[in-house]
C-alpha cells in the first residue's frame, strides 16, 4: 500500500514539474518573440491617436529618403493618405523602415498595425497575413541602355541578365525564348554587365527597375511587362482586426476608382 502511494506522490511530483517546465517555456517563447503586445484594434489606434506602419526606406520610387533623410515615395503617400482617411490627419503616423525578411515578420509578431512595404500578395503568404486591395500592380520588366533595342523582339539571340534562381527566369525564357540569359547575383552586378558589354539588357521588377532609370537615366524600361504581381498591404488576421482591414480597403478602392493611385504611381515614374 505505502509503496502504491509513494509512486502515485513521484508521479504527482514528475506531472508537477513537467507542467511547471511547460508553463515557463512557452511563457520565454512568448517574451522572445514579442507576441506579449498585441496589434492594435482600430478603436485602440483612435484612441492613441496614430498608425504604425512599416515600409521600406531604401527602394525608390516605393519607399525611399530623400536628400535630407525624409521618407518619400508612392508607398509613403498611400500611408500618410490612409492616415488622414483613418485618423483625420496625413502626420499622423509613425514610420518604421524595415528589410525586406523583415515584411511579414514584424506584422505576424505585432509589431505594427500593418505594413506598405513592397509586398506581393501570393497564396501562400495569404495563409499568414490579410492582404489588402492591390494598390499597384508590379511585374517583370527589361531595362536596357542599348539604341537597337526598342521591343522584345530586338533581344532575339542576345544575352539578358537576370537574377539566379528568381521567377523572371521563365518569364524571359517564354517571352524571349531565343536570348541567351547570364546569372547574377544582384541588380549591381547586373548593371556592371551591361556596362562591360557582357549584356544587353537586365529583367527584373518594374518597380526597382523604375528607380534605377531614375538613378542612371542613360537606361530606359521597354514598354512591355512580362508579369503581373499585385502589390497589397499587409495586415494581420483575426475577427478582431475587421474595422482596420475594413477601412484600409474601402480606401484603396476609392483611390484607385478616383484615379489617385494611377496618378501618385505616374508621378513617381512607375509604368
Not at 549584356?199 to 531614375?214: E, K, R, T
Amino acid at each position: 500500500m505505502n509503496n502504491r502511494c509513494n509512486r502515485w506522490l513521484t508521479i504527482n511530483r514528475l506531472h508537477l514539474v513537467l507542467s511547471a517546465t511547460i508553463v515557463c517555456i512557452l511563457c520565454y517563447s512568448i517574451l522572445a518573440t514579442g507576441f506579449i503586445a498585441s496589434a492594435a484594434q482600430m478603436p485602440e489606434i483612435q484612441q492613441r491617436g496614430y498608425l504604425t506602419i512599416a515600409v521600406k526606406d531604401n527602394l525608390r520610387p516605393l519607399g525611399f529618403r530623400d536628400a535630407s533623410g525624409n521618407l518619400q515615395g508612392l508607398e509613403i503617400d498611400l500611408a500618410k493618405r490612409l492616415a488622414d482617411d483613418l485618423l483625420g490627419k496625413p502626420d499622423a503616423i509613425k514610420l518604421q523602415p524595415v528589410a525586406n525578411r523583415d515584411r511579414l515578420t514584424v506584422v505576424l509578431d505585432q509589431k505594427v498595425d500593418f505594413a506598405i512595404a513592397r509586398v506581393t500578395a501570393t497564396e501562400s503568404r495569404a495563409r499568414l497575413v490579410n492582404f489588402s486591395v492591390p494598390y499597384y500592380f508590379d511585374g517583370a520588366v527589361l531595362v536596357t541602355k542599348d539604341a537597337s533595342v526598342q521591343k522584345l523582339s530586338d533581344l532575339a539571340k542576345r544575352k539578358i541578365a537576370v537574377l539566379n534562381n528568381s521567377s523572371t527566369i521563365a518569364q524571359v525564357r517564354y517571352y524571349v525564348p531565343n536570348a541567351e540569359l547570364v546569372g547574377v547575383n544582384s541588380y549591381e552586378e547586373a548593371r556592371e554587365q551591361i556596362e562591360s558589354n557582357t549584356a544587353v539588357a537586365f529583367a527584373a521588377d518594374a518597380s526597382v527597375l523604375s528607380g534605377w532609370v531614375q538613378q542612371y537615366p542613360q537606361y530606359r524600361l521597354l514598354p512591355t511587362k512580362l508579369s503581373t504581381e499585385p502589390l497589397s498591404v499587409v495586415m494581420p488576421k483575426g475577427l478582431q482586426y475587421d474595422e482596420l482591414r475594413r477601412g484600409v480597403n474601402e480606401a484603396i478602392t476609392r483611390y484607385l476608382a478616383e484615379g489617385w493611385l494611377q496618378q501618385r504611381s505616374q508621378y513617381w515614374g512607375l509604368p
